[in-house]
């Protein structure tokens, strides 16, 4: 079975500060992962995946994550948090055609 | 245009209604998902179909059922409403992908429906 741990509801940061958003994973296979991002009334959209090749991945918009099998770990990172990234964002696993999500992190960007 | 779309984009109803929401996809894909989003929660799985004679439950399915009409439509209904079902639903496609790896591809988010059930 897979499950995924998001640590932490609600991160607040300044504008220009590093975004850290955790993301812990549990799986009986090597997992696919995958960050997405939920703005104010829209779907989810990706942000990055990882599928087994390189362990850091880059997505759209400046963020990354790296893959950490040791520490069960997928934690999403921007160095510069913009306004434009207050959203909610989702991690999940996947496999078998499955998909299961974090309950989520909610990033607010002071001015 | 949008890839994944559903109908209607927000629906008040009252308990006791027989309710459709509806999901059309131009990604070509196969698989297909229904999804509930409620504060705090994340989004649970509540049906998906990896093809036009496949339909699966998933951790949530009581209250639901499904249609899959064609590979690009996929039909939630509840059959009574009641109002715990008031939450924010998504539809989701996603590719088998020539990997032959499933899980692999990522999932292409529709925009919700926002039920209300009073």
């Known amino acids: 079975a897979q499950s995924v741990t998001q640590l932490g509801s609600h991160v607040s940061v300044s504008e220009g500060a590093l975004v850290l958003l955790r993301c812990n994973y549990s799986?009986?296979?090597?997992?696919?992962l995958f960050w997405y991002v939920q703005y104010p009334n829209q779907g989810l959209q990706l942000l990055l995946k990882?599928?087994?090749?390189?362990?850091l991945v880059k997505g759209i918009n400046g963020f990354e994550a790296e893959f950490k099998k040791s520490e069960t770990s997928f934690h999403l990172t921007k160095p510069s948090a913009h306004m434009s990234d207050a959203a909610e964002y989702f991690c999940?696993?996947?496999?078998?055609?499955?998909?299961?999500f974090g309950d989520g992190t909610t990033l607010t960007v002071k001015p | 245009d949008a890839d994944v779309t559903q109908t209607p984009r927000n629906r008040i109803t009252k308990t006791g209604k027989r309710i459709m929401l509806e999901c059309s996809q131009t990604?070509?894909?196969?698989?297909m998902y229904w999804y509930r989003q409620d504060p705090g929660l994340g989004l649970r799985l509540i049906y998906y179909?990896?093809?036009?004679?496949?339909?699966n439950k998933g951790e949530i399915s009581d209250g639901y059922s499904v249609s899959r009409q064609a590979q690009a439509k996929f039909s939630l209904s509840l059959e009574s409403a009641i109002p715990n079902q008031t939450a924010l639903y998504f539809c989701?496609?996603?590719?088998?992908?020539?990997?032959?790896?499933?899980?692999?591809?990522?999932?292409?988010f529709g925009p919700g429906t926002r039920l209300t059930v009073l």
């Open positions: 989701a496609t996603s590719d088998f992908g020539t990997s032959g790896t499933p899980g692999r591809n990522e999932q292409f």
């Open positions: 990604k070509g894909h196969d698989r």
């Open positions: 999940a696993v996947s496999y078998a055609g499955k998909s299961t």
């Open positions: 179909s990896f093809d036009v004679k496949d339909i």
């Open positions: 799986s009986s296979v090597p997992p696919y």
């Open positions: 990882y599928t087994s090749a390189a362990t």
